[in-house]
């Protein structure tokens, strides 16, 4: 494509393609040898959130275990090495549940000899910092968990973890959210002409949140490329003043909500065309990862989006509620915040706390700045060690489970496996993939497991030279319905110790773009299961294309230039992204929760205990604490008194 800047030098890294090019103004990586080549962390000059390129689940970190379970893998495999190396604990996962699991251990076992073992290039799993070094400045952006945030008051054991690694979200939000630096700056809609006949980028429409629009709905849709009959239908679903269910009680109207997806509600009973279901088909992408087809109309009306008013339901949560949904509408004041690079700073402060060396400072300030030493996460020696680029491939108790002496647990690094020993193991890894590590477990185990299939997601960011384009416009959202990216928006105002956001729109700016690959149509799983594959098919150059395509045509006409301001391109691509919440459109609700698949999966089995979000049913940070400390009380009770 002539014009949109993909053979300018920019700093892109694409791993895959081995191709290494750096612009001048950003700092320079490590070379690709020297991140994909394991052991490597210990090399000084190892620092993954520099890298760009594919990131995420990178080149590197996945191929070993789709060999396993391809059943490929262990017919190429040499021989495991014994290291004859004895732990208390065996962490496999360094997520924040895997780090999580790590401290609550030690808190209980202060003298415990612990390892972690995680096969991606850094720590923190979802919870990964993108860090760009643009002339003097830092510039960071989370390549996954974005911010403190859960559906539900977090628990005792996930605040008093966030509380013992000094982090306040109600203070911190009180004193570093920065939305003043975007004053005056509203949301805007890109309709593509595919979609809706022509591009045009519509600035400025009514929010329902307290940052406020900038012009009413009629006024914004009377500006949009869309027919008057489409332009009436948008202006009912936002006033929602209809009661289409006028002899319905509210908990029947919630029951029957419950069972319509938000599409079949707009289409059915608000009797909604096709350009106005697409108008509104992406607004649930990045809360869960699929589009309105797949979510409740119930779940919708949770989360806020429009229609219902005239429905008068009644305030709190049913049965058939998503996890999600019925904690956003209980619970509308839980405290929120945004680290620089989301909730990778929690990741690091994990760190911090169980190998001090490896990360300098000492507040939950100083951290956002500090650069992480890898080469001491796993020193001799030391009592917790955490060893990156190794994929466990196999965890056996040894006896019998009942009887279990302790776990073996095998792990592939660089083609070569090792075996490693500990009194107990916790997998706080992705719980679909437990199967194939432990395949000793009971079938219905299994099974539960492989139900459990995790949400593709990819949040890019982009590094830019200016952001006056943005600026002129008076924009710092676009959410594009029609298009691959579905959101676009400028980073994250947010200043936290010496770390502080771009305020000037001639500085460079990076650019957060999310997506979500989706089937409409399908049952929830199997788009799941389609969009990993496309993820895991679609290469570094066709993530870039897009990015560049999308933002030339959506600010080219204020000046933007994809050949010219784009400075670096960095693609989260996480085909195994948020763990799965159980559907009321898809998912059999008269099973009680303490009998769903995610509790029958992460079941003790002997010494080996299962942690991970997944095990809560629940994508979100305090769930992949609360999992951890569970996994841990299970273990500890097998203690002697
Ligand atoms: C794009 C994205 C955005 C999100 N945003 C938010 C948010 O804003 N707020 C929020 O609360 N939550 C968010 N989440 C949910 C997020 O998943 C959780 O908050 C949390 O970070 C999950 O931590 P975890 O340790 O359970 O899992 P993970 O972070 O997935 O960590 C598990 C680790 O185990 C590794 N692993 C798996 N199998 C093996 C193996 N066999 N050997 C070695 N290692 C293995 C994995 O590769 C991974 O590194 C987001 C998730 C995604 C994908």
Not at 441 to 462: D, F, G, T, W
Not at 529 to 534: C, F, N, P, Q, S
């Amino acid at each position: 494509m002539p014009g949109l800047g993909l053979d300018c030098e920019i700093d892109r890294r694409d791993f895959l393609n081995g191709v290494v090019v750096t612009a001048a103004a950003i700092a320079v990586p490590l070379p690709a040898e020297a991140q994909i080549t394991p052991g490597t962390q210990d090399l000084s000059g190892y620092y993954p959130p520099l890298s760009h390129g594919l990131r995420g689940s990178h080149p590197g970190s996945f191929e070993t275990a789709h060999g396993l379970r391809d059943g490929s893998f262990w017919r190429h495999a040499r021989k495991p090495e014994d290291t004859h190396a004895v732990y208390d604990l065996i962490v496999v996962g360094g997520g924040i549940s895997g780090l999580s699991a790590a401290h609550f251990f030690r808190a209980k076992k202060p003298n415990a000899k612990i390892l972690i073992l995680d096969n991606h290039d850094d720590f923190g799993g979802h919870a990964k910092r993108n860090e760009y070094h643009i002339g003097d400045r830092l510039e960071l952006m989370n390549g996954g968990t974005m911010l403190i945030d859960s559906p539900h008051p977090y628990s005792a054991a996930a605040a008093g973890l966030i509380r013992h690694l000094g982090i306040d979200p109600t203070a911190l939000a009180k004193t570093c959210d920065k939305p003043e630096i975007y004053k005056g700056l509203s949301v805007a809609t890109f309709f593509d002409r595919q979609t809706f006949g022509e591009d045009r980028l519509v600035i400025g429409r009514e929010r329902t949140d307290e940052r406020g629009g900038t012009i009413s709905w009629k006024d914004f849709l009377a500006k949009c490329p869309l027919d008057v009959a489409t332009q009436a239908e948008i202006l009912r679903v936002q006033e929602g003043t209809q009661d289409t269910m006028p002899t319905l009680s509210s908990d029947h109207k919630k029951e029957r909500l419950s069972r319509i997806s938000y599409l079949a509600y707009l289409r059915d009973d608000m009797k909604c065309g096709a350009k106005t279901l697409a108008f509104y088909q992406t607004m649930t992408h990045e809360e869960w990862g699929v589009g309105i087809d797949a979510v409740s109309a119930l779940d919708c009306w949770g989360f806020g989006l429009p229609g219902f008013r005239g429905l008068n339901l009644a305030r709190g949560s049913t049965e058939r509620m998503g996890y999600t949904a019925a904690g956003y509408e209980d619970n509308p004041d839980l405290p929120t915040f945004h680290f620089p690079d989301g909730n990778a700073t929690i990741a690091r402060l994990l760190v911090r706390d169980l190998v001090p060396d490896a990360i300098p400072g000492h507040d939950v300030e100083d951290v956002v700045t500090a650069r992480a030493n890898y080469a001491a996460l796993d020193r001799k020696n030391a009592p917790i060690a955490i060893r990156l680029s190794c994929t466990v491939v196999g965890a056996q108790n040894i006896g019998t489970p009942r009887a279990s002496r302790g776990v073996e647990v095998a792990y592939a690094r660089g083609g070569e496996v090792f075996r490693v020993h500990a009194a107990n193991c916790i997998l706080a890894g992705w719980n679909m993939m437990i199967p194939y590590i432990c395949p000793e477990l009971p079938e219905l185990q299994k099974k539960s497991l492989h139900q459990l299939v995790k949400i593709p997601l990819v949040y890019a960011s982009v590094a830019i030279r200016n952001w006056r384009a943005f600026h002129k416009l008076g924009v710092a959202g676009i959410s594009a319905p029609g298009m691959y990216w579905s959101g676009t928006r400028l980073n994250w105002p947010v200043d936290v110790g010496t770390y502080r956001s771009v305020r000037l729109p001639d500085d460079p700016m990076l650019l957060f773009m999310a997506r979500a690959p989706v089937s409409p149509g399908l049952p929830e799983r199997e788009q799941h299961r389609v969009g990993r594959a496309e993820l895991l098919q679609t290469s570094f150059a066709e993530f870039e294309i897009k990015i560049r395509d999308q933002l030339q045509r959506m600010l080219g006409p204020a000046g933007f230039s994809a050949k010219n301001d784009i400075l670096a391109v960095t693609v989260n691509r996480w085909p195994h992204g948020y763990a799965y919440e159980f559907n009321p459109l898809f998912d059999d609700f008269s099973i009680p929760p303490e009998r769903r698949a995610n509790v029958i999966g992460r079941a003790r089995f002997g010494r080996i205990a299962i942690a991970n979000s997944d095990a809560g049913a629940a994508a979100y940070t305090d769930s992949a604490i609360d999992q951890a400390h569970r996994a841990v009380e299970e273990l500890l009770a097998l203690e002697p008194k």
